[in-house]
Every structure is written in C-alpha cells, then in structure tokens.
C-alpha cells in the first residue's frame, strides 16, 4: 500500500522559514513526477514546485526565489524549504507523487501557517 508520509509545518512569523518533507513507500514501481501542492481555506488546490518525470523543476509563480524543492532519489523523499515566508503562503500543503504504473497518490497534508 502507497504511503505518502509529510513532516514539517507549523507555525512562523512573516519573513521566517520552514522545511517540509514526504517519504513515499509501499510500492515497487518508480516515482515519475514529485513534489507540493497547498491548498488556503476557500480556494483551489494549486502546484507550489515538483519535479517533472525528466528531473527538471516547477515552481509557482509567487514562490519562485523563496522556496526550493529537493529530492532524494534513493529514499523516495522530497524536500521544501520555504523561506521569507509571507501570510499568503498559509494554507495545507500536500505531497504528491505520480508513479509510473498506479497513479497518482497524496500525503495526509501538513499545515503552514504565516502570521503578520
């Protein structure tokens, strides 16, 4: 059974950081795509940053400079560290991993939260 187990979030003042993390485990198949989604109350799920099926790298538009996604290939493990956090980065953010033969599965989600 695929688990997607996050760690990290919490609560920061604006301009602090925090470090996000999910290990994916239970499946033999390899992980094509990987990375963070969130979520604030009222609004859509969005893509924050993941990589791509070819190692390359997205961000979101208003996180571009302030957080940076990384990944260990040999744990199954994706990493976001989120720094110069802002208020409207508030939300739940989740894991997610595409693998190549069984879809697409999500972590629990984790919640950040930014105060002014």
């Known amino acids: 059974q695929v688990r997607l187990v996050e760690s990290g979030g919490g609560l920061v003042q604006a301009g602090g950081s925090l470090s996000l993390s999910c290990a994916a485990s239970?499946?033999?198949?390899?992980?094509?795509?990987m990375g963070w989604y969130r979520q604030a109350p009222g609004k859509q799920r969005e893509l924050v940053a993941r990589?791509?099926?070819?190692?390359?790298?997205t961000y979101l538009s208003s996180v571009k400079g302030r957080f940076t996604i990384s990944r260990d290939y040999a744990k199954n493990t994706v990493y976001l560290q989120m720094n110069n956090l802002k208020p409207e980065d508030t939300a739940v953010y989740y894991c997610?991993?595409?693998?190549?033969?069984?879809?697409?599965?999500w972590g629990q989600g984790t919640q950040v939260t930014v105060s002014s």
């Open positions: 997610n991993a595409q693998y190549s033969s069984i879809g697409s599965y």
């Open positions: 239970g499946s033999i198949f390899s992980i094509n795509a």
């Open positions: 990589f791509t099926s070819g190692g390359s790298t």
